[in-house]
Structure formats: structure tokens, C-alpha cells
């Protein structure tokens, strides 16, 4: 009768296994297999290095402290903010959605001069850095744009990366690979901006000890994009 027969208890679920962090010497390996020279490397100036920089002395020319305190002394805001979009929208660092929202939320006229203002103090501002970062992204939120990749493009930039620029899936997972926590939260916040920078030190040391010399934290976020992508076999592929 069916009575006799095992039923295979239906809530066995089989979930493919979690995938072990990975070993930050196995991506350091990776790395100079894809670029042979690593960061001497002429592919990698080209794919990760060139264009940020290009942008880091755009920025520089258009926002530094003198032309930006005119902009603001002028209240040419709008200028300001045209100049935020463009400089955002040429590159990819920042998912094209997240470019939409904040650029949308430029759009609103009431938004202009505050956020003129908050990027200045961000950039340029004699406060402590927990203060200014924390009003930019509260600004940010009220534009409906406070995403981790527009909340710390500007001043990765402007220090030529010194300020570490995140994208939260590829830092977990290179924080994960030294056994490091980010702390993180999906909302842009001090606690996990201040961790970020710990991870970005961490890394550069880790990799002038394996003989690498990254010229600068542009080089070492390059790095780390690249690395992680590399070990996913996702790198240079669309949609990844």
C-alpha cells in the first residue's frame, strides 16, 4: 500500500554551499596574473587608474577651494550643481540609477543652494570630517540620492583617493578576506565611512609588504575592484 513507502521530508532544501571569504593573498595572486607588471602595469593604468585620475583633476580645476568659494560668493549654485552631475556622470563608479536619482534631485530648485553648500564644507570645510560627511549624506537623503557610491565620490576625488570611495559589495568582501568587519549598513553613515578608511590603510600596507606599490588610494580602490572581479571571473564584464 502507498503507506509503505519513505516520503523525503519536503523541507530539505538543498542551498548551494556559502562561499568561503576569499584569501586576500589568492586575490593579490589573481591580480598580478591579470596585470602582469600589477600596478606598473599599462592595462591597468588604462582600466582603472587613467580615467580617475582625469577626473580627480577636473574636479580639482572646477571645485577647488578658490573657484568653489567664488561659485558659492556668486551664488551660481546651479553651476555648482552642473558641474557635480557631469562629473558623476562620466564615469562609472556609481550605478546609472543611483546617477538618475541624484541627478532628479538636482533638479528641484529648493535643492541647489543647500547641496552646493554641503559639497563645499565636504571638500573644502575646517569642521570635523564626521560632521561634514554626516550633513552631506543627510542631504543626500532628503534629495532621495544618499547612496554609499554618491556619498563618498566627491572626496575620493578630490584626495586622489585618500578618502576611500565605496562600493558596498566588493569592500565586504575584501574586508571579509582580512578577517576585518566594515561595520556596515546600507545607509550611508559615519561608523562604517571610518571603517572603510581603516580597510583602504590595511590594504595599501598588505600590499607593500607583497611588494606592490600603489601610487596613490585611487591605485589601491582600483585594486580592490579589480581583484575582487577577477576572482569572480566577472572583470571587465558587462553588467558586473
Known amino acids: ?54 577626473k580627480a583633476r577636473e574636479l580639482k580645476d572646477k571645485l577647488g577651494k578658490e573657484i568653489f568659494d567664488n561659485l558659492l560668493r556668486d551664488g551660481r549654485y546651479v553651476e555648482v550643481c552642473d558641474i557635480a552631475k557631469s562629473i558623476l556622470r562620466s564615469t562609472n563608479l556609481a550605478h546609472r540609477m543611483e546617477q538618475i536619482k541624484f541627478v532628479d534631485g538636482l533638479k528641484i530648485d529648493t535643492n541647489q543652494e543647500p547641496f552646493a553648500n554641503a559639497l563645499y564644507d565636504l571638500l ?4 570635523k570630517m564626521e560632521q561634514r560627511f554626516t550633513n552631506f549624506c543627510d542631504l543626500l537623503s532628503k534629495m532621495e540620492a544618499n547612496k554609499w557610491p554618491v556619498a563618498t565620490y566627491y572626496q575620493f ?3 586622489d583617493g585618500q578618502c576611500m570611495f565605496m562600493k558596498p559589495r566588493v569592500m565586504q568582501e575584501m574586508a571579509e578576506s582580512l578577517k576585518m568587519s566594515l561595520e556596515y549598513k546600507p545607509e550611508p553613515n559615519w561608523g562604517t565611512y571610518f571603517k572603510l578608511q581603516e580597510l583602504a590603510k590595511r590594504v595599501k600596507s598588505e600590499l607593500q609588504e607583497r611588494g606592490q606599490k600603489p601610487r596613490s588610494g585611487i591605485d589601491v580602490q582600483g585594486f580592490i575592484w579589480a581583484s575582487i572581479k577577477i576572482a569572480h571571473d566577472t572583470y571587465g564584464k558587462k553588467g558586473s
Do not use: I
Request: net charge positive; hydrophobic share 25%.
Open 124 to 127: 573644502h570645510g575646517s569642521g
Open 1 to 54: 500500500s502507498a503507506k509503505g513507502k519513505s516520503r523525503t521530508p519536503r523541507f530539505k532544501v538543498q542551498h548551494p554551499p556559502k562561499q568561503p571569504p576569499l584569501d586576500f593573498n589568492y586575490l593579490v595572486e589573481g591580480f598580478v596574473r591579470f596585470f602582469d607588471s600589477g600596478f606598473e602595469s599599462e592595462d591597468f593604468d588604462k582600466k582603472e587608474r587613467c580615467y580617475k585620475e582625469e
Open 157 to 159: 576625488l578630490m584626495t
